[in-house]
């Protein structure tokens, strides 16, 4: 079964430098979250978009941004990058049932590992 | 505001004998419990889920969990181990119907490093 991708899965950059990473959910999956997860911690939320509409904020700083694009995949650009963005990146997609509120399974990504030097 | 703790960082444990993760939450609203496994390196597999029904839930992998409300509690269990169990579980909770603007998002603890021994 497709599973969700994430590109590239290993990135290294130096401080203030930007990076792009990609999220391609699973086939039909209308909407993507994004997570960060810091060296021994726990994943944390960052962003989410439901039908290429951003749906819910977390604790993403203000160098990140986020969309989601009418194939649906997503990207999340982070720019002036700092030695404490360095983390795994995971991408999640579901699938929202038509007029439910999302209790949906989140399948995730490999992840993309990002260090910044 | 919700929260979720593993009680416990690191589990060993010998081959066959059985284990148990413990992890609680605590929200002012209805939650849907979910315990992920990630083996090193790999991203985050569902093991289970509880949204409503059933307070026992089976998963993959021979793994189970029991969803106590009376006591905000989601431990996962397994009767007998096996080396390739070796792994970090962690349990997240997702807010349940609410008209509020964080729906969907999941809020995970700081998971538990299973190590099964041979």
């Known amino acids: 079964a497709a599973g969700v991708i994430q590109s590239p899965r290993h990135l290294i950059k130096e401080k203030r430098e930007t990076a792009t990473l990609k999220c391609y959910p699973i086939p039909r999956h209308d909407t993507v979250y994004w997570y960060q997860q810091g060296p021994g911690q726990d994943p944390q939320f960052l962003i989410s978009f439901y039908e290429k509409m951003q749906s819910d904020k977390g604790s993403i700083p203000d160098r990140f941004s986020a969309q989601q694009f009418s194939d649906y995949h997503s990207e999340l650009n982070m720019s002036s990058l700092e030695l404490g963005d360095s983390a795994l990146y995971f991408c999640?997609?579901?699938?929202?049932?038509?007029?439910?509120?999302?209790?949906?399974?989140?399948?995730f990504g490999p992840g993309t590992r990002l260090t910044v030097l | 505001a919700q929260s979720v703790t593993q009680l416990d960082s690191q589990v060993p444990v010998f081959e066959e004998a059985p284990v148990e993760l413990r992890c609680n939450y605590s929200?002012?609203?209805?939650?849907?419990l979910f315990w992920y496994v990630q083996y090193p390196n790999q991203g985050l597999q569902l093991l289970l889920k509880?949204?409503?029904?059933?307070?026992l839930v089976k998963g993959i992998n021979g793994f189970e969990a029991e969803f106590n409300k009376s006591q905000t509690s989601f431990h996962l269990r397994k009767p007998s181990v096996h080396i390739s169990d070796t792994a970090e579980y962690f349990c997240?909770?997702?807010?349940?119907?609410?008209?509020?603007?964080?729906?969907?998002?999941?809020?995970f603890g700081r998971g538990t490093q299973l190590t099964v021994w041979p």
């Open positions: 929200s002012s609203v209805s939650v849907y």
């Open positions: 509880y949204l409503s029904g059933s307070t």
């Open positions: 999640a997609s579901s699938s929202r049932l038509a007029g439910a509120l999302s209790t949906d399974t989140q399948y």
């Open positions: 997240a909770v997702m807010k349940g119907v609410d008209r509020g603007s964080t729906l969907g998002r999941l809020y």
